[in-house]
């Protein structure tokens, strides 16, 4: 079957530190991928989208990598700030045909 | 700019009632919008892709009689739950895409609450 798998446990991360968050899919071969930030009853808001010729995206603070032989995404917030804390959302498009597939997510919270 | 419009927020309606939520695009027109459900730490699930002037796609399971999806226009999606059931509960999000953007821009939500 068709998964995308995000850590279920919350991240907590000391403010100022790097927090690193997984999504590994399988049985998918996406030419992109795609990573979201949802707050607690809000919708999601796009962060990053990384295509399958690119080994690593930066936006500010934000960094992603995507290993296409792995099956994983790597997404990263450097230097954390409280209002960071929210669940981070990993998305693709399985079939290109703009039907998005989303992961759980993983809650971070950055500690003051 | 991208901005989606949802509304309304949150709706408590009673069992066998109808309810209605609006999609709008505010500063682009999206041709197709896109419904989401998503149960509390569960991942957003796809429900139906809705194409403006023609008929809404559904997604395996969801029942198309029951999600009533009008994309009269350019600018507007609207999601009607018909004969609401309690387990019909849940958070429905809308999204639409720019193709001058990247990713897909994503409404605020609705929580729906079926008593």
């Known amino acids: 079957s068709q998964k995308i798998e995000q850590n279920s446990e919350a991240l907590n991360i000391q403010e100022g530190k790097t927090a690193t968050l997984t999504c590994n899919y399988t049985?998918?071969?996406?030419?992109?991928l795609q990573w979201y930030r949802q707050d607690p009853g809000r919708g999601p808001v796009f962060l990053l989208l990384i295509r399958e010729n690119e080994k690593e995206k930066r936006k500010e603070r934000l960094k992603v990598t995507f290993d296409t032989t792995l099956k994983q995404s790597l997404f990263h917030i450097t230097a954390s700030q409280p209002a960071d804390s929210a669940t981070y959302l990993c998305a693709l498009d399985p079939y290109g045909n703009n039907r998005l597939a989303f992961g759980k997510g993983n809650q971070v919270v950055v500690i003051p | 700019g991208a901005v989606v419009s949802q509304h309304p927020s949150r709706v408590i309606c009673k069992s066998g009632t109808s309810v209605k939520i609006e999609c709008r695009s505010l500063d682009f027109q999206a041709t197709t919008m896109f419904w989401y459900r998503q149960f509390p730490k569960q991942s957003l699930m796809l429900m139906a892709t809705s194409n403006e002037g023609s008929k809404a796609t559904y997604e395996q399971g969801v029942e198309k009689d029951k999600f009533l999806i009008n994309h009269a226009s350019l600018t507007l999606s609207t999601l009607t739950v018909t004969s609401a059931h309690p387990e019909d509960s849940s958070f429905y999000i809308c999204s639409a895409t720019n193709l001058d953007r990247d990713g897909y821009t994503f409404g605020s939500g609705t929580r729906l609450t079926v008593v």
């Open positions: 049985n998918y071969s996406p030419a992109y």
